[in-house]
């Protein structure tokens, strides 16, 4: 199935499925089709569904987003905590009476959670209304799937996780006008012990440099002014290839494509952020900035206990680096709460580090037990009651932080991308080349250009005055 480098012929099989679907889906149905594709996750889950949008449109699909409108609909799962895999199996219980009424119903789920052996078991005998269950590697196959479901196949259920080459040229469909996502590598290798990911996605595997420029030259003819590049930690892109260009090459080589445009890109590992990278951003005027750095713990001993390979003064010397270089950057940040072991002197060190660094914002999680990581089989003895209460110590903390910031944005003037429509009748939103996002009274036309914006409070949102566009 795969050629000498992989990735031409594997989506050319499944284009070859594609028509042949697309030739009889209306007479299946008896009408052209509709499809519902249901995401829960990260972006890469995000950027994974707009292929499975691009394909299903191949196949002679509209798309919905109203369930009892799909003929065909399929949940893109997350598996990195346990509150998101249970609201997926809330959301697939539905699918039965979806069925009852509409009974040419095909159905299916994928990505991270049906990557695992458990949950396609738990599939197989609980839920038997789902037809096609799929892991991560394969999800180019939705093609052959469907047709192999429509043409009486039994249920199927395929997890092979080969780690092998990157499947290019799969159609997409994109949610945004604007805004984009652009892959550049996929999987990770490092297995922090808390972590799910590298279980259910494999190891790292880097796009070619050519893929990536080609693919944002297109979406920057296309109109998109906001580019994401997304990766579990870009900052090792290219380390697995011999090209020799590693991410910080990679975004000078975007930076100097012609055009008006953002590039921003997500996450960055501490651990593999280096001088270089930081320069590179303040080079680079289309690189936004922004770091997205999660630092997970700022006690040195919880670090170590997750393999994070930095600790809180290696941590706490990337920051000063960072800010020194890039003094206007906005920087945010995960969080764990609660890992197992975690004393409260250990999480007032996270506490002190937020204080010390001044995040933008924040994205805190408690910690959760994953399925087969190491972390899961150490010892635990906080309660949830009590992981609970540091954790609303923690959103206290970062709310007072994020009071202060205000401060810092009200009476400037920025050059945002205005990239929507407010729920504030006639007001535009708009989003700087860091995080901030405001909103202000400006005429339609002015969508998808960049425009200077001057913020002069905050109303649970910055609002600002168009200064010019
Ligand atoms: N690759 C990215 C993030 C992947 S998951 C990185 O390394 O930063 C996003 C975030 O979910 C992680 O940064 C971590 O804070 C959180 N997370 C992952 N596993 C978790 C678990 N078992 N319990 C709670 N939070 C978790
Ligand atoms: Fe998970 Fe760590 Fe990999 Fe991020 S770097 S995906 S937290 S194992
Ligand atoms: Fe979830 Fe998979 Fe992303 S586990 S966070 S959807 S890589």
Not at 26 to 49: E, I, L, M
Not at 118 to 147: C, M, N, W
Not at 200 to 216: L, M, N
Request: charged share 30%; proline share 3%; aromatic share 10%.
């Amino acid at each position: 199935m795969f050629n000498a480098n992989g990735t031409e012929s594997a989506f050319a099989e499944q284009s070859v499925y594609a028509s042949r679907v697309a030739s009889k889906v209306n007479d299946y149905y008896g009408y052209k089709p509709k499809a519902c594709v249901v995401t829960f996750g990260c972006q890469q889950n995000v950027s994974d569904s707009e292929k499975l949008k691009g394909m299903l449109v191949s196949m002679g699909y509209s798309l919905t987003e109203i369930w009892e409108q799909a003929d065909f609909i399929i949940f893109n799962t997350c598996a990195v905590r346990g509150h998101a895999e249970d609201r997926v199996y809330g959301n697939i219980g539905k699918v039965k009476a979806l069925k009852k009424n509409k009974p040419n119903l095909i159905s299916a789920v994928c990505g991270c959670m049906a990557q695992q052996e458990t949950v396609a078991e738990k599939i197989k005998k609980s839920y038997p209304y789902i037809d096609i269950v799929f892991g991560t590697q394969v999800f180019h196959r939705l093609p052959e799937f469907i047709y192999k479901r429509m043409n009486g196949s039994k249920r199927i259920f395929e997890r092979t996780l080969d780690n092998k080459d990157i499947v290019e040229d799969i159609p997409v469909s994109r949610d945004g006008e604007f805004k984009g996502w652009l892959p550049i590598m996929y999987g990770c290798n490092n297995f922090c012990t808390y972590c799910i990911v590298p279980y259910v996605r494999g190891r790292e595997r880097s796009r070619e440099p050519q893929k990536i420029i080609d693919e944002a030259k297109q979406m920057i003819a296309d109109g998109y002014k906001d580019i994401t590049l997304l990766g579990q930690n870009v900052n090792s892109y290219g380390k697995d290839a011999e090209h020799g260009i590693n991410f910080a090459k990679l975004l000078r080589m975007l930076n100097d494509l012609d055009g008006d445009f953002v590039i921003r890109f997500m996450t960055s590992h501490p651990k593999d952020c280096t001088i270089e990278l930081l320069d590179t951003i303040k080079e680079c005027k289309k690189i936004s900035r922004h770091l997205h750095l999660p630092f997970q713990s700022g006690s040195s001993r919880i670090l170590k206990l997750m393999n994070r390979y930095y600790d809180r003064e290696k941590y706490l010397e990337l920051i000063k680096n960072v800010k020194e270089r890039i003094p206007d950057v906005s920087l945010t940040s995960d969080i764990i709460v609660g890992f197992p072991g975690e004393t409260y002197e250990d999480f007032k060190e996270t506490l002190s580090l937020v204080k010390e660094v001044e995040f933008s914002s924040l994205f805190t999680f408690i910690y959760s037990p994953r399925n087969n990581t190491p972390a899961a089989l150490m010892a635990d003895p906080v309660s949830r009651e009590e992981k609970g209460k540091w954790f609303d110590e923690l959103l206290k903390l970062q709310e007072e932080i994020a009071e202060k910031n205000k401060e810092k944005y009200i009476g400037k003037t920025f050059r945002v991308l205005c990239d929507g429509k407010s729920d504030n009748d006639g007001f535009l939103t708009g989003h700087t080349n860091g995080t901030v996002s405001v909103e202000f009274k400006a005429d339609e036309s002015i969508l998808g250009k960049f425009v200077d914006v001057k913020i002069n409070s905050y109303e649970n949102a910055y609002i600002g005055t168009l200064i010019k566009n």
